[in-house]
């Protein structure tokens, strides 16, 4: 089954359908799904910003978050978003679940389906793990990173954060640089960034370089300061050794010379590029703390805010259909 299962579609103002019953990854959306969401998402960010009419669409729905590994910003900002939007939300973390116990995925997802929940957000280690519980509930389901596979909220938060600050994603040439090989960040990215006609270079040692990464219409470098000649976005991702066996790079202090993004580094290479990081951000390694807090190019708070308003935007859509909501099918 591919991730939109092909069930009655919700309807785009303009005829077009958003077929989707879950939000498993960037793969498998068109780009102007991908530009619907992002301009739904605009509509919450000043709506955030100013508070002034609370917008309780999803009162009365339930919203589980179970989150099998760790987060910060993707747990509380989906906490947040649903509870903006008036929802019940419930989080379930790993380590205080029947997981622990024994309990497998296929037996996890029946429960939460038996709570008949009205959306469901998971976040899982293992690749595909998303899909397999989307395979087995009755409502929508969020990927909120399973993996290395995706992360799709967070690179619909990143193209936001870009087209808010630079007018569009077309044409913009953006460099992703760090551990490509272990990153679910990058994929989406990679993904939601060439659907949307930008210029993407992906930059990291090679041995944490995807093997064929072009055929995702990419361009690869291994030196960080060729790559990053001309770059409208330069956005870093931290070494993931959580999921790493053995050593892919010689030494922290060795990756930080050849891909650290330092000032000297950007005023050289790229001098006006907006900063983005996903976080967490080890600073000091990928990036230097004067980079990461530069008070005009960096958008890494900015990212987080956009986090919030993308989450918003896909609990509202992904749940129209159940709700009934006039002119969605
Ligand atoms: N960017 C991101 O997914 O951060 P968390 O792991 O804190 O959710």
Redesign the pocket.
């Known amino acids: 089954m591919t991730q939109s299962d092909h069930r009655p579609g919700t309807l785009i103002p303009g005829g077009a359908v958003f077929p989707h019953r879950h939000l498993t990854g960037i793969e498998g959306l068109e780009p102007h799904e991908i530009t619907f969401l992002l301009d739904e998402a605009d509509t919450w960010v000043e709506a955030n910003r100013t508070r002034a009419a609370p917008d309780r669409r999803l009162a009365g729905s339930t919203q589980i978050n179970a989150f099998f590994e760790?987060?910060?910003?993707?747990?509380l900002s989906f906490e947040i978003a649903g509870k903006r939007l008036g929802a019940d939300v419930v989080n379930m973390h790993a380590a205080q679940s029947s997981v622990k116990k024994g309990e497998t995925l296929i037996d996890t997802a029946q429960t939460l389906n038996a709570m008949r929940a009205d959306v469901i957000v998971i976040?899982h280690m293992s690749s595909g793990a998303v899909r397999l519980i989307a395979d087995k509930v009755d409502c929508p389901v969020l990927n909120?990173?399973d993996g290395r596979h995706e992360?799709p909220t967070?690179a619909l938060l990143d193209a936001l954060t870009i087209r808010r600050r630079l007018g569009g994603i077309a044409h913009k040439r953006v460099v992703i640089c760090g551990d490509l090989l272990h990153s679910r960040?990058a994929r989406s990215n990679i993904l939601a960034l060439t659907a949307l006609a930008a210029e993407v270079r992906v930059c990291a040692p090679s041995t944490l370089m995807p093997p064929a990464i072009e055929r995702f219409g990419v361009t690869a470098f291994t030196d960080f300061d060729r790559a990053m000649e001309g770059a409208d976005v330069v956005m870093m991702l931290r070494l993931q050794t959580e999921r790493m066996e053995g050593g892919y790079v010689p030494s922290s202090r060795e990756y930080h010379l050849r891909y650290g993004l330092t000032l000297e580094r950007l005023a050289k290479h790229a001098p006006g590029a907006l900063i983005m990081h996903?976080?967490?951000m080890n600073r000091g390694v990928e990036i230097d703390s004067a980079v990461a807090d530069h008070a005009e190019q960096s958008a890494i708070t900015e990212q987080v805010e956009m986090g919030v308003a993308v989450r918003m935007a896909c609990l509202d859509v992904l749940t129209r259909r159940a709700r009934g909501v006039e002119g969605w099918a």
């Not at 760790?70 to 747990?75: D, G, I, Q």
């Open positions: 760790n987060s910060t910003r993707t747990l976040r909120a990173g992360h967070q960040v996903p976080g967490p």
